[in-house]
């Protein structure tokens, strides 16, 4: 996808993501975003946004989850999402822009 910001490219959830490829490796990567420490997870969430479409779909499950469970971290997450919506990256931008119009569907 589109070149990543310095901040993402050294994490190991978007590494562990870009390389996960059996079903096995997807299950763990699932697991590893809903157990990352929540301020490391909105640090991520770029990088996270730019994963192939397969992974990225992964991705929204889980924060889809995650803002039906808890209020102060469903603020943060939308918040994230509008900043990426206004950034550079037109594909990461995209997929703001679509998660935002149905964030808990």
């Known amino acids: ?3 990543q910001g310095p901040d993402d490219s050294g ?3 978007v590494q562990t993501g870009k390389s996960a490829l059996t079903f096995t490796e997807m299950a763990a990567f699932v697991h590893d975003i809903e157990a990352r420490p ?6 991520d969430l770029a990088g996270l946004m730019a994963l192939p479409d397969a992974k990225y779909q992964l991705v929204v499950m ?3 989850r995650k803002l039906r ?3 102060a971290e469903r603020e943060a997450i939308l ?3 509008r900043e990426l919506q206004a950034g550079a990256d037109p594909a990461v931008r995209k997929r703001a822009e679509a998660f935002l119009a149905k964030p808990q569907e």
């Open 1 to 3: 996808m589109a070149e």
């Open 11 to 13: 994490s190991t959830l």
């Open 38 to 43: 929540f301020a490391r997870l909105l640090s």
């Open 62 to 64: 889980v924060l889809r």
């Open 69 to 71: 469970d808890e209020a």
């Open 79 to 81: 918040a994230k999402v």
